[in-house]
Structure formats: structure tokens, C-alpha cells
């Protein structure tokens, strides 16, 4: 009985025991929990981080272990709110607690609000905040690292954060950027820090921020011990602003416009080492504008998308890998300064833009490959202020693709491209290259580029203007640089049409053609050489113009001469003369069609003006590779009646091998030159017709010329003022050349060095004529005997014709010679014969007076003819007064006699002059009758 009281009284105390543990246990989970809460958690807020913190209301449910906390906010040092939110309640698992596992069953954050500055020196505002309240200790204390060692085991079997707000700050710029993330919304299910049954599955999180139209979308599954992590992550349409500012340090230019999406796979893990692997990666930048400076008014790169797809990564295996890389309606533009520098270039970095490569560390080389690249409806601009015009150059349409580009450079990658060019005219190119070494080979080709797009290139080097040409190419180009030099072939065809060129100040075109077509086309790259089997030129036209100043357009057409160097001023070696060239070329046959070419002159006046018009022919065999025999054979029209021919053989240009060539022409009008006769002869001619036969020999620059004029017909015409005209009866110089059918045939040598500027053949020709009628008109008698038969006589001896003093009778001698000047005359029927009779008073008084004498009985001989004589040179005796000028008439009208009836000379070709009154003689003592030649 009294155990049994006894019992009843232990039972009843062990109850009220617990009732009063019950109760003290309700009311400090009910009261005193959330009051110390209230007042421990400011407390320690301000001691561990220094902030001023409130709670608005903290409720604990000691039987649920469900703790809500109400209201709550907390500012740091500067006043500035930097944790708050609306609500959060934690839900404790009782049953874990008893296994030593502090258990989370639901832990939930509603509307919370954080702010994370990141400051100048990248440290975050939290842990500043935390190193100002807790400075080091000097020592550590090893009680308080074990304790840490001994970490709790935490369960977390729920974690929400509902509908919050981050502000993210960065003070690391110098200017404040701010970032808003709301709502920023996270789950988080069965997570454990300590190392779980491999039957327990790992927890799994799903993490959603937005910020504007920014958004972060992050899920997957996270085991704590060991650590490991795989799932998804997308950032999307994160905006130019935000892109600008976290790109800023490593990106060198502007991003104006653009916004970038990112997603892709991955799996984490730190067990045995730490490994990160990524897959099904995506890049998406739609719609970027970049700028190489703020100060640029135009970008540099725009693009509709680029995208990347199928983006993986493997850091243990060092692989990348990347599967599609698109890029839509991208529009790259490039410049070239004055001073030669490309803006891309100097746009970056100094180490950069050096060429600056980072070491590769030592281990297994990375691996990586890009399976495609596809450009498409892209574009390139190019401008070049270099040259003194600024050349622009753009290709539209751009579409391209690469596949198999990798970490293997020795491996071929694929292209294919074709692209319009804005100007005009569209490329293709497909083929293979491999990076190292170079490598290319590609089928190319081009069709309708317009030749203006290279105008300002080609005015650096000739002054030259492009108006109109299309420029078409199709072929196949090799190149190899696996040795020192570059090595390399094209092959295939091109043409050029429409071809206009012109000189920058004149309207008139200098060359043009309908076309011109190389085929086939072969280049080798080293050494150097060009082959061309056939060049055809459709329709070519040059117009040469010699301007009033003497100089010719075509030679405005070179630029300022390049400096010589080095290489180009060294003697060539002994024995070097028949080496092989640097540069060798060689075309098989080139063809000419309906070709037309237009000479002015304007030094002349009035100018001269002529056309070489249907010139066709060919050319065959040109080089400058000896040995080489070419062949000419052209045909044309001057001045649209003239037939031209022109042939001949070709030695290697540029050599010392000889070159054979023969023109002829009939038929030319000489009324064409009439403006060059005006200058030189100072005449006009008023008709007549020219042949030409040329022999031309060309060794080296040298030449040796035989020039056969014929002139037919000429009749010269008014007088022309010209300072140049030679001072010669130019007409008698003309009649003395002019055969009795009207034909003047004369062959004019010339020699001379073509490189010499000062030596041009057609003025060596004209000169050599006019000297040649000036000589003639000098010494008539010596051009009438080098064209006629002087049957024995020297050419002076036809000037005159002798008579034995005080008689009109001719030798024998003296009557022969009238023959062969009447033949001479009746050759040339432009030519007067003006006939001064003559007498000596001396020689024909004497013979006259022993006339008279012996007509009168008187005796002639010896004292007495002395006496006479004596007498008559002392004027004591004399003749009739009107003696000697008879004897003169008579002996003037027997020779114009003996011309006409006896020889046959026309009566207009002879006049008779007034007599000479002191005649000379010859040797032989005989008069002299002196003739002159002259022209109707």
C-alpha cells in the first residue's frame, strides 16, 4: 500500500513536473523566443556588421517549430537599406533534431530585398562590412577552428524565396551602374550538407530573376558532399546597357545597340578533382551595333542575329566544341587612314594589335573545333583613304559557309562564298584551304565588277580615270606556303568590256574596247610568269592627242617614277645579257578586231587630224623569253582610204634579239598632211596621193630604218607663215624630185635609239625629206644628176654649155651634154630651164675683131694682129656697139633651138634671160653660157 502511494506520488509530480516544463517550454517558445529574437538579432547585426536593424514582429510555435519573422530591415553604416524583407518563415523537422540533423523542413522568403555593391577594390559590401566589425584576431584560436570543423549537419528540405528584389551596384567603373533583378524568385528541395545513400537522389533548385525584359532562368540538381551540381542556365535578352558594362574591361569598342541570350547544360563536380562540363550551349546576340569609339559616327559592325549553336566544353578533357555559327545580315566596315593604319587594328590594345600571344601552358594541348560558320545577306565596306582619292569598296548579299574549322590546322576547312558587289558585279569562290600551313585552292569567279570600284588605286600609279568596264574572271588559284617563298597557280579565263579610259580633265576617251578576252589565263606566283594563249580585243580604239604644248596624253598617263632601288640600279653580271628574267610572260596569239585609232596634233595650224580605222590582225608569239620568234600581220585604213599592211617578225622583247617589220600603204591623200607640209615646207598641199613601204629593224632599243616614199601627183598650195618652214625654193626643190608621170619616189634611212625621248620617227622622217628638197633646190644641176643618165658628164657640167669665143657653134662635147639635159627636162615637166646668153668681152672682142679684120682685107698674123690687138684692149680700137650683145642673143636662141627642135623640150619648159655681159670661160678658153632651173 505504501509503495503504492509512494508510486502515485512520483507519477503525480513526474506530471506536474512536466506540466510546468510544458508550460515554461510554451511560454518561451510563445514569448520569450520571439522576444529575444526581436532584440538579439539588431543587436547582433550592429556588432557582427555594423547595422542598424528592426524587426516588426517575430512569432514562434514551440510544438510545430514553426518560426515566422515579420517585417524586418536592415541599413548599414551609410543608412542605406541593405537587407529587408516582408516575411520569412522557417519550419523545423522535431524528428531530425533527434537525430543530430538540424532538419529544414520549409524555409519561405517573401518579398525580400537585397543590395550588393560591388566596390572600387571588388570586394563586396557584405564582407566590408563584416572585416570593419570583426577585425582579425592576432591569433587564431584552435578551440574555435575545431568547433568550426565540427560543422552541424543541416537538412533543407524546402527553400523558397517569393517575389524579391536585388539591386546589384557596381562602384568598380568610377561611374555607379545599377542592376534591378524583380521579381527574383528560388526553390530549392532536399538539400543536405553532409554525404547522403547513394539511393537518396540530390536536391533539386529553380532560380527565375527579372529585370526589365532581362531574365534569369536557372534549374537543376545540387548535392553539397561531395560537391556536384548539373542542370540549365538561360540568361535572355540581357540589354546593350548591362552587356556594355560587365564587357567593358575586355572589349576594346562600343556596343551601341544589341541584346544577348544564353542558355546551355552543365555538370559540376569537385570529387577527385574539380570538372566542369557544358553542353547544348546557345548564343543568340540579336541585332548588335558596335563601334570601334564613341567619336565614331558610323559603326562597324551591325549584324540582324548572330547566333552559336551547339556549344559544349569539357575543362578535364580540354575540348570545345561548337556546332553552328550563324551570322545574319552582318555588315563589317573597315578604314584605312592617310598614314596606312586599318581602324580595327589600331583599335586594339598595344600588346593586341603587337601580335602578343599568352603562353600555352604545359600539359595536354586544348582541343576545339567549329563544325560551320555561315554568313548570310552579309556585307563588307572598305575605305581607303590612302590613296589621294579615297576608294570605297563594298560587297552586299554576302552569303559564306566554313565547315571543319579545329584545333587541327594542317586539316582542310571547306568554303563557299558568293556575294554581290555594290557597285556592280558579283564573286563566287568555293574550295578548300588548311591554316597551317597555308594552304588554298578555290574555284573562282567573277562577272560584271565594274573596273571604276579601282579608280583611285590606279591613279596612284597612272593618271588615269576609269569611266566604264566590267571586269569577268573564272578560274582555279592554288596557293602553298608550306616553303619560303609563297608559291602558287592560277589558271582559267577573263575578260574586260565596255572599256572606257580616260585622262581626269579630258572628256575624250583615251582607250576604249567592246572587249577584251584572255584565254586561257596561266600565273605562276614564283617565279613569276604569265601565259596567255590567246588575247582577243573586240572593237579597240585609241585616240593619241599632241598638245599645243608639244607633249603628247598618252605621256600624261605615267605617274611620278618609283626611286630606283638597290636591286633595280645593280649592273647585271657578265655573261647576264641572255639571262632569264624576272618576269616572264607569254602570249600565244593575240587577236585584234575592227580596231580604230585617232591622231590630233595640235602644235600644227590649222591642227592635224587623221583615223587608222579596221585595223584587224594578229599578233602571234609574244614574250620576253628568247629564244622567240613572233609574227605581225595587221591590216587597216588611214584616214578611211588608205590601205595599211603591216608584218613582220618579233624577237623577245626586251632583248637584244632582233624584230623584222615591214609596213606599206597606197593610196593616202596628201591633202591629210597638208598642215605638216605647211610647217616644214611652208606650203599646202592641195592634192595628191602617198606611198609608203617601211623596213624596219629593231635590235635591243636600236633602230635601222629604210623609209620608201612615193609621192604621186603632189601639187602644193597657198603659202603658209611658219617659222619651222625650211628657207629653199621649196617648188623647184619638189619639180627637181618629180618624175614627167608626177611621181616623186625617195627613200629616207633613219637611225636612232627608241629609249631615247627626244627621237621620234616620223619627225626624222619629215626632216629628212625637207633637207632633202632644200639640198635639191641648193644644187639643182646636182639633183637633176643623180636622176638622169649623164652619159659621162660630172652633175655641175649640166649648169652651163661652152662656146669658142666670138662664135654660136657647139662642140660635139657641148651638143651631147644639151641631150642629156633635155632628157633631164623632159623628166621633170615642172622644171623651166632659164637660158642667159652670154659673152666674155675679152675673149669674144678679140675673136670678132680678127673676124672683122680679115673681112676687110687686114692681115691677122703676127706684128700686125699683135698691134690690133693691143689696140683693141686699149679701147683705141674698136667693134660696132651692138656686136657682143648679138653674138650673146644668138648664142642663147641656138641652144633654146637645139632644145626644142632637135631634143624635143616643150617651149614652156625654156625661157631666155637678158643677156650676161661678162660671161666667164673655162680652162679650154671657151665662153660660158650659164643655164638656171626653175619651177612653173
Known sequence: MGRTKAESHLARNLAIGFAVLLVLYTLAGFLVLPWWLEKSVPEQLEQRMGWQAGVAGVAFNPFS?????????????????????????VNLSFFQLLTGVVGFEDIQLNAPHIRVDLLEDYSVNYARDWQAANPPAEEPDPDATDEASAAPQLYFQRVAIEDGELLFRDFSRGEVAEFHFSPLDLTLNDLATWRQADDQGPSNYSINATSGDQTVEWEGELNIAPFYSQGHIRLADIDRQTLSHFLEPVLPWQLREGSLTVESRYRISASGGFDLVTTEGRVSLKEPVLALSESDDEPALSAGEIRVEGLGFDLAGRVATVGMVSLDQLMVAARRDAEGRIDWVSSLPASEAAGDAPDSPAGTPFRWSVQAVEFTDSGLRWRDQVPATPAEFELTGLNATLTGLSDRLQEPVLYQLSSDVASGGRLQANGQLTPAPFTFEGALSGSGILLSVAQPYLQQGANLEVRDGQLSFDGNLDLDDQNDPMTGTFSGTAQITDLDVRLPDDDGPLMSWQSLRLTPVEYNVYPPRLEIGTVTVASPSATIVRATSGLHNVQRVAGAPAPATAEATEPAAAGDAQAQPGFIFRIGDLQIQDGAVSYT????????STTFDALNGSVTGVSNVPPQQGRVNLRGELSGVAPVEFRGTLGALGTEEPSDLKLTMENLSLPVLSPYFGRYLGYAVDSGKMRLDLDYQITGTRLDASNLVVLDQMQLGQSVQSDQAVSAPVKLGLALLTDRQGV???????????????FSVGQVVMRAFVNLLAKAAASPFTMLGSIADLAGFNSEELGYVAFQPGTTALSEEEASKLSVLADALKERPELMLDIRGAFAPEADGLALLKEQMEAQGEATTGDAWEQARQAYLAGDRNLPPE?????????ALEVRRILEQTHGVPSDQVFLLDISRDAGTTGQSSVVVPFNLDVR
Do not use: H, K, M, S
Not at 625617195?746 to 631615247?756: Q, R, S, T
Open 883 to 891: 656686136a657682143l650683145g648679138q653674138l650673146a642673143n644668138r648664142r
Open 65 to 89: 517549430l514553426e518560426l515566422d519573422v515579420n517585417g524586418f530591415e536592415a541599413r548599414d553604416g551609410a543608412d542605406e537599406p541593405v537587407l529587408a524583407f516582408d516575411r520569412l518563415r
Open 744 to 758: 616623186i619616189e625617195v627613200n629616207l634611212p633613219v637611225e636612232g635609239d627608241l629609249a631615247n625621248p627626244e
Open 601 to 608: 596634233d595640235r602644235t600644227l595650224e590649222p591642227p592635224f
